[in-house]
């Protein structure tokens, strides 16, 4: 039977009325991880990690697997299970249309997870090795993927339920013939920044983060995406379709799209200086540096993510009373969990503490 896909809202939304919220989140934030403890943490092997995390607010999910799991693996499903806690309770210390905005915000992760599950089925991964990439904090819940793993590509874009299958439906015509992702998760993409600008319209009051942390991430992934498609040498025209263009109802808009063109129009060789000139050249400038070296973007994807953790910090402290503060927190919960998954998995590769170092966002 096919599964009703969410609803978009139409009333508009007041995101300033909740500064009890706000303080409660304001406290969780206090209790992240500084780069103290990063220093700290990049000197200990992974049972000193455990350790560690046990003396922080991991220490429930440690207690909660110790029994079943050691090393690595303990550290990663502690991990996980707080990161699910501590989105449940933003949704319990969230009232109406403050909950409406944190579940529209993760709304991302179930596109993410979506987009997970098709990369495991496709590359024949092992269901449980899936299983442990898959942070359901969003709509869906674990029985959704799991399922998902028992059932056809075709099946699970039909039953995601977040997602109408019409979104994806040319973008499925493709894979079936050239057995590739990428127009699958360009249209799960496109379908959640367009759901999302359509939702900030019906925002209310002062919710900058949400309104310009978002404009500041379509930036950035369609920066990667660009450099990424353009490095395989793709048909410029081709390239248009991969990335996400805005209305352009505002003079910013109109004018990201105009940079947006001239990106496409640059060739690769020169595309160096073009987007060191761009607004966040000192974000992008190791980074872009490091692409024309190596044709590698993962020094560009570090560098900015960490640029976007950076900007939801100056928004937050602009604006300690509004929403700005619950989605600067998610994000920075995330890169912490992130963050520290990635010291374990490097230790447990034996690489060195300064390469370890620099993979980190803080």
């Given at each position: 039977?096919?599964?009703?896909?969410?609803?978009?809202?139409?009333?508009?939304?007041?995101?300033?009325?909740?500064?009890?919220?706000?303080?409660?989140?304001?406290?969780?934030?206090?209790?992240?991880?500084?780069?103290?403890?990063?220093?700290?943490?990049?000197k200990m092997d992974i049972p000193e990690i455990a350790k560690f995390l046990q003396e922080t607010e991991y220490k429930k999910g440690i207690d909660i697997f110790?029994?079943?799991?050691?090393?690595?693996?303990?550290?990663?499903?502690?991990?996980?299970?707080?990161?699910?806690?501590?989105f449940e309770k933003l949704k319990n210390i969230s009232q109406d249309d403050l909950r409406e905005a944190v579940s529209e915000y993760l709304l991302r992760k179930d596109v993410f997870n979506i987009k997970t599950v098709l990369r495991g089925k496709l590359a024949r991964a092992d269901k449980k090795e899936i299983m442990d990439l898959i942070v359901p904090v969003g709509y869906?819940?674990?029985?959704?993927?799991?399922?998902?793993?028992?059932?056809?590509?075709?099946?699970?874009?039909?039953?995601?339920?977040?997602v109408p299958y019409e979104i994806?439906?040319?973008?499925?015509?493709?894979?079936?013939?050239?057995?590739?992702?990428?127009?699958?998760?360009?249209?799960?993409?496109?379908?959640?920044?367009?759901?999302?600008?359509?939702?900030?319209?019906?925002?209310?009051?002062?919710?900058?983060?949400?309104?310009?942390?978002?404009?500041?991430?379509?930036?950035?992934?369609?920066?990667?995406?660009?450099?990424?498609?353009?490095k395989e040498n793709m048909n410029l025209?081709?390239?248009?379709?991969?990335?996400?263009?805005?209305?352009?109802?505002?003079?910013?808009?109109?004018?990201?799209?105009?940079?947006?063109?001239?990106?496409?129009?640059?060739?690769?060789?020169?595309?160096?200086?073009?987007?060191?000139?761009?607004?966040?050249?000192?974000?992008?400038?190791?980074?872009?540096?490091?692409f024309m070296q190596t044709r590698s973007l993962l020094e560009m994807e570090k560098e900015m993510q960490k640029y976007l953790l950076d900007f939801s910090g100056l928004l937050q402290h602009?604006?300690?009373?509004?929403?700005?503060?619950i989605l600067g927190y998610m994000l920075a919960k995330e890169i912490e969990v992130k963050n520290i998954k990635t010291v374990a998995k490097c230790k447990l590769l034996g690489f060195d503490e300064q390469f370890i170092a620099s993979q980190i966002v803080v």
């Open positions: 039977m096919r599964t009703t896909f969410l609803q978009k809202g139409s009333k508009k939304l007041v995101l300033s009325s909740y500064p009890y919220t706000f303080v409660r989140v304001t406290v969780m934030r206090t209790l992240l991880l500084k780069k103290d403890d990063y220093n700290r943490l990049l110790a029994s079943d799991y050691e090393g690595a693996e303990l550290i990663e499903f502690a991990l996980d299970n707080n990161l699910t806690t501590t869906l819940s674990r029985k959704d993927f799991e399922h998902f793993l028992d059932i056809e590509v075709v099946d699970i874009l039909k039953s995601m339920k977040v994806v439906e040319a973008a499925y015509k493709t894979f079936e013939q050239e057995h590739h992702l990428i127009d699958i998760e360009n249209a799960l993409d496109q379908w959640y920044y367009k759901r999302m600008l359509t939702f900030m319209q019906r925002i209310e009051g002062r919710a900058t983060f949400f309104k310009r942390f978002l404009f500041k991430e379509i930036e950035v992934r369609n920066l990667l995406t660009l450099l990424r498609l353009k025209d081709n390239i248009r379709k991969y990335l996400f263009l805005f209305k352009g109802k505002t003079s910013e808009e109109r004018k990201h799209n105009m940079e947006l063109e001239k990106l496409i129009a640059v060739d690769l060789e020169k595309i160096d200086k073009t987007i060191l000139d761009k607004k966040f050249a000192a974000a992008l400038r190791k980074g872009a540096q490091h602009q604006h300690p009373l509004s929403v700005d503060v």
